[in-house]
């Protein structure tokens, strides 16, 4: 008897909050064209795993040669991945014309702010992870998996607000 009165307390509570996330999303997805968001999580999906396997490549690379070269390997594979990133976005989800290097300069602005963070977060993280589970070698991987959902989020809107944006 008491499980059926917590579950209807739950499923209550839960659809309390369905029209909380439908207006939310409705109102975040307002002024995103169709079909744009959805070739941004293509793109994005794409630079998710360039970037996280250049990540983890240079990490491999460096960590035998270089104290905490986990971090090194973060910051050069964000140079590299705000490139690559940059033209997906230009060419296929905003499909703007002309403006490559104030674009570019953008993308990097909103990349590099999220890379500082990144850099900020990943030490801390790592920290945490070899403190607190079994997982020594494995914590930068593990780390940088979970800054991932963070930063594309970010992305997501600083290019849609600033480095993309239509001229006014």
């Not at 979970?146 to 607000?161: A, D």
Request: hydrophobic share 50%; proline share 5%.
């Amino acid at each position: 008897m008491r499980r059926i009165a917590i579950s209807e307390n739950f499923s209550r509570a839960g659809m309390k909050l369905l029209p909380f996330i439908h207006e939310w999303w409705t109102g975040f997805t307002r002024h995103i064209p169709p079909g744009q968001f959805g070739r941004y999580l293509v793109v994005g999906l794409w630079n998710t795993f360039f970037g996280y396997g250049t990540f983890a490549l240079f990490t491999v690379l460096l960590n035998p040669i270089v104290p905490h070269g986990y971090i090194l390997a973060s910051f050069l594979s964000g140079v590299l991945n705000i490139t690559i990133a940059y033209f997906g976005y230009k060419w296929f989800v905003f499909k703007t014309r002309g403006n490559y290097l104030r674009e570019w300069l953008r993308c990097v602005a909103v990349y590099g702010s999220g890379t500082v963070f990144g850099l900020i977060a990943l030490p801390v993280l790592v920290f945490v992870i070899r403190h607190n589970t079994r997982f020594i070698a494995q914590a930068p991987y593990i780390a940088g998996a979970i800054l991932i959902p963070v930063v594309v989020v970010y992305n997501f809107v600083g290019h849609k607000t600033f480095s993309f944006r239509s001229p006014a």
